[in-house]
């Protein structure tokens, strides 16, 4: 689909927004389409037992009515994907490989599309959505390639005997999403699963219930079986349902610390095998002789926006960072040399942040997903403030002109200085826009600082030194660790963190 030309162009079926240019005085956006799927469709409940409203984090606005499903809902969708798993499973890899290979290049035709959708879904910039679609795509392919190449080994034994064995599918998976990057993480768990051969039900946050249901759209619109990836609608309960549920084989969570454990437990029941990637607190580090620019950039890459323009040439698409990531480098340690510099210079890039209405192509910040968490993050500066963290810009409420915007989610970002390792905003995931600047003497202190978290699941470090790069990097209990940039994901590449990430 290409550029929306018309003031108000229906784009799906049910559901209209607005060109990336201007809004509606009216505000006229609105989505009445069932946001659950299964069994090839999506599906409205006549008898669901909660309904609850969702906004538009940008307007601040009604987007739709979410529908949250029960143990019979529940129950039909797990069937569903038995269903489709029984076909599926029994499909060779290059089968399967074709229909992924289908759904990305249908993806890569909406891109403009899902990723407008996205933006109405969650308040980050269209700029940004469109990595994030891009990623998703680059996702599937990725996996649809691995799908050709499973295979068991040959052992010979003696005696002219052998025995080999066999990869198979485990079956019915599920995957629960978070609200920072709902169409990607439901593509990033549905990829591995549906190439290896099993099939999927999906539960997005309540807060982002809309975009995921276009990816099971494009799944089936790609030729694959009915129930192939299916989406259930509701918070806690509803993931418990799954968690529990008997004919569920492995669940794959990504979200907070304490949601993470409790889906373990419930896991551990039925002994099924989990995947958690959860919160972090990481360090970023950067030495005195470092090139500054570029660490400036790096810094705001880890904790503001997509657009810090590291020197990453070799990365496509360009590296995707929400101002919510829970890889973000929030803990920026420098060193005490250069402190005033850069300082000077953050907080001046900081200030030239662009922040209004995500369908924007020149805003670099959208609005923060919801009401409740815009006071959260507002809250922790607050507690820095009396703390004794000194505000150097940001952290206020933000009005944009556009009167469509006024009730939006938005923030200034913020840049606190004078923070201790022993405060809030330093040892607690914020979520949000805010940079926490801690200053270092040496080496071997930065270390023993940046590790002292129950949270590893990425670092950063900038310096023009590369033996001391690659000797702090082996020392930094963390997943993910980058070396004069930051937040670089290709798919090909794991992520994963230490600790309770």
Same mark, same amino acid.
């Given at each position: 689909?290409?550029?929306?030309?018309?003031?108000?162009?229906?784009?799906?079926?049910?559901?209209?927004?607005?060109?990336?240019?201007?809004?509606?005085? &009216?505000?006229?956006?609105?989505?009445?389409?069932?946001?659950?799927? !299964?069994? #090839?469709?999506?599906?409205?409940?006549?008898?669901?037992?909660?309904?609850?409203?969702?906004? @538009?984090?940008?307007?601040?606005?009604?987007?739709?009515?979410?529908?949250?499903?029960?143990?019979?809902? =529940?129950?039909?969708?797990?069937?569903? *994907?038995?269903?489709?798993?029984?076909? !599926? &499973?029994?499909?060779?890899?290059?089968?399967?490989?074709?229909?992924?290979?289908?759904?990305?290049?249908?993806?890569?035709?909406?891109?403009? @599309?899902?990723?407008?959708?996205?933006?109405?879904?969650?308040?980050?910039?269209?700029?940004?959505?469109?990595?994030?679609? %891009?990623?998703?795509?680059?996702?599937?392919?990725?996996?649809?390639?691995?799908?050709?190449?499973?295979?068991?080994?040959?052992?010979?034994?003696?005696? #002219?005997?052998?025995?080999?064995?066999?990869?198979?599918?485990?079956?019915?998976?599920?995957?629960?999403?978070? !609200?920072?990057?709902?169409?990607?993480?439901?593509? !990033?768990? &549905?990829?591995?699963?549906?190439?290896? #051969?099993?099939?999927?039900?999906?539960?997005?946050?309540?807060?982002?219930?809309?975009?995921?249901?276009?990816?099971?759209?494009?799944?089936?619109?790609?030729?694959?079986?009915?129930?192939?990836?299916?989406?259930?609608?509701?918070?806690?309960?509803?993931?418990?349902?799954?968690?529990?549920? $008997?004919?569920?084989?492995?669940?794959?969570?990504?979200?907070?610390?304490?949601?993470?454990?409790?889906?373990?437990?419930?896991?551990?029941?039925?002994?099924?095998?989990?995947?958690?990637?959860?919160?972090?607190?990481?360090?970023?580090?950067?030495?005195?002789?470092?090139?500054?620019?570029?660490?400036?950039?790096?810094?705001?890459?880890?904790?503001?926006?997509?657009? +810090?323009?590291?020197?990453?040439?070799?990365?496509?698409?360009?590296?995707?960072?929400?101002?919510?990531?829970?890889?973000?480098?929030?803990?920026?340690?420098?060193?005490?040399?250069?402190? $005033?510099?850069?300082?000077?210079? =953050?907080?001046?890039?900081?200030? %030239?942040?662009?922040?209004?209405?995500?369908?924007?192509?020149?805003?670099?910040?959208?609005?923060?997903?919801?009401?409740?968490?815009?006071?959260?993050?507002? +809250?922790? =500066? @607050?507690?820095?403030?009396?703390? #004794?963290?000194? =505000?150097?810009?940001? +952290?206020?409420?933000?009005?944009?002109?556009?009167?469509?915007?006024?009730?939006?989610?938005?923030?200034?970002?913020?840049?606190?200085?004078?923070?201790?390792?022993?405060?809030?905003?330093?040892?607690?995931?914020?979520?949000? $826009?805010?940079?926490?600047?801690?200053?270092?003497?040496?080496?071997?202190?930065?270390?023993?600082?940046?590790? %002292?978290?129950?949270?590893?699941?990425?670092?950063?470090?900038?310096?023009?030194?590369?033996?001391?790069?690659?000797?702090?990097?082996?020392?930094?209990? *963390?997943?993910?660790?980058?070396?004069?940039?930051?937040?670089?994901?290709?798919?090909?590449?794991?992520?994963?963190?230490?600790?309770?990430?």
């Amino acid at each position: 689909m290409g550029p929306l030309t018309s003031l108000v162009t229906p784009c799906l079926r049910g559901m209209c927004f607005l060109p990336p240019t201007r809004r509606a005085s &009216s505000g006229t956006m609105q989505i009445k389409d069932p946001l659950n799927f !299964w069994c #090839g469709s999506r599906v409205s409940l006549s008898d669901a037992k909660k309904v609850e409203p969702v906004y @538009e984090p940008a307007t601040g606005r009604v987007l739709c009515q979410l529908q949250h499903c029960g143990a019979a809902h =529940v129950d039909e969708a797990v069937r569903s *994907a038995c269903s489709a798993f029984a076909a !599926w &499973s029994k499909m060779a890899g290059m089968e399967r490989a074709r229909i992924m290979l289908e759904a990305a290049r249908l993806i890569e035709k909406r891109r403009e @599309e899902i990723a407008e959708v996205e933006v109405i879904n969650n308040g980050k910039s269209i700029t940004e959505a469109r990595l994030d679609v %891009d990623s998703a795509r680059l996702c599937i392919e990725y996996f649809a390639g691995l799908a050709t190449t499973l295979a068991g080994q040959h052992v010979q034994l003696s005696g #002219g005997s052998f025995a080999y064995t066999r990869r198979e599918p485990l079956g019915v998976c599920v995957g629960i999403g978070a !609200w920072n990057y709902p169409f990607q993480i439901a593509a !990033w768990k &549905s990829a591995p699963a549906i190439a290896c #051969g099993n099939s999927m039900v999906f539960k997005p946050s309540p807060v982002t219930p809309v975009s995921a249901v276009l990816l099971a759209e494009t799944y089936r619109q790609a030729g694959a079986p009915e129930g192939l990836l299916n989406l259930v609608q509701g918070a806690e309960e509803t993931g418990t349902l799954l968690c529990h549920h $008997p004919s569920v084989a492995k669940v794959s969570f990504t979200g907070s610390v304490p949601t993470g454990k409790k889906i373990m437990e419930m896991a551990a029941r039925g002994v099924k095998p989990v995947t958690l990637e959860l919160g972090g607190k990481s360090p970023l580090i950067i030495f005195e002789d470092c090139d500054l620019e570029n660490a400036v950039r790096g810094a705001l890459m880890a904790n503001f926006l997509s657009q +810090g323009q590291l020197r990453v040439p070799w990365c496509h698409p360009p590296p995707p960072n929400h101002l919510q990531v829970c890889s973000n480098g929030t803990r920026v340690f420098v060193h005490r040399p250069i402190l $005033p510099q850069f300082l000077k210079k =953050v907080v001046r890039r900081t200030r %030239d942040i662009r922040i209004g209405d995500p369908l924007l192509d020149d805003t670099r910040m959208g609005a923060l997903v919801s009401r409740p968490h815009l006071d959260k993050v507002l +809250g922790y =500066v @607050e507690q820095a403030k009396k703390e #004794g963290a000194r =505000v150097l810009c940001g +952290g206020e409420l933000f009005t944009p002109a556009d009167s469509i915007l006024k009730h939006g989610y938005y923030m200034t970002p913020c840049v606190l200085d004078n923070c201790k390792d022993d405060m809030t905003c330093v040892r607690e995931e914020i979520f949000g $826009p805010v940079m926490s600047v801690l200053t270092f003497d040496t080496e071997e202190e930065v270390l023993q600082r940046s590790n %002292d978290t129950t949270f590893g699941l990425a670092a950063g470090v900038f310096t023009k030194d590369i033996q001391r790069a690659h000797r702090v990097i082996e020392n930094l209990q *963390a997943g993910s660790c980058f070396i004069n940039n930051y937040n670089i994901t290709p798919v090909e590449v794991p992520f994963g963190g230490y600790k309770a990430s």
